[in-house]
C-alpha cells in the first residue's frame, strides 16, 4: 500500500497499516528544530503521505509593505499576520465590481506544476490548494468588521456577494479539473475558539449552499475535497 492509497482508503473509512499524516514545519519550525537537534537529520524521517501544492496568488509573497491583491484589496504585509488594509469595497454594493479571471488568480504556469507534481510524486496522495473560500473572500472584498456587520445589517447584499463569490470559485476550479490531482483544497476559516463568526444559521444561509455547488463541482470530476 502506497501513500496515495493509503490515504484514499482513511477516507473511505477503512483500517490502514498506519494513519497517512502530513507534517509542515520546514520553515521557521523547521530551523528551530535543526538547532534544537544539532543537524537536519531529523528531516530524513518524515515522511509526508500528502503532497499539497499551492496555486494561488498570494499577496504576502511579494516582498513589499504594501500590496493590492487581484481582488483590488490593499494588504499589508509587512506586519505579520499580513492582513487587509483597505477593502475594494467601499460600501455594500457589487456595482462597477469585476471578480479576477482564473489567469489572474492562479499563479502562473500552474498546470505545468501541477503535472510536475504528479510525476515527482506519483506515489503522493497530491492536494492542489489555494487559500481563499467564500467567506474569506467576503472580508476580503469588504473588510472584516464590514463583511460581519453586512451579514447581519445587509443581509440581501451579503447575500448577493457570497452568491457572487460562489459562482467565481466555479469560474475558478474550472480549468484544474482535468489535470492528475486527488483532491482540491480550499482554505477558509469560518470560526474561532467560540464558534463560528457567523452563528450556524447564518452559515448555513450565506455559506453553505454555493459551498455545495462548488464542492459537488470538484466530487463530479472525480476529485476529493
Known sequence: MDAKERVYQQIAHRETDFIPYVLDMFDEVGQALDTHYGSDAWRTKVDNQIHKLNVWRLPWDVEAPRVRSPYGAIWRTDHKPAHVEAPALSGPSL?????????????DGYREKILEARQRHSDRFLVVMWGSGIFETSWYLRGMENALADAVAEPRFYDELTSAIGEH????VQPLLDLPMDGLMIGDDWGYQRGLFLGAERWRRFMKPHLKRVYDRIHSAGKVT
Open 95 to 107: 456595482a462597477g465590481y469585476r471578480f479576477p479571471s482564473p489567469q489572474e488568480v492562479l499563479v
Open 169 to 172: 470559485l466555479l469560474e475558478l
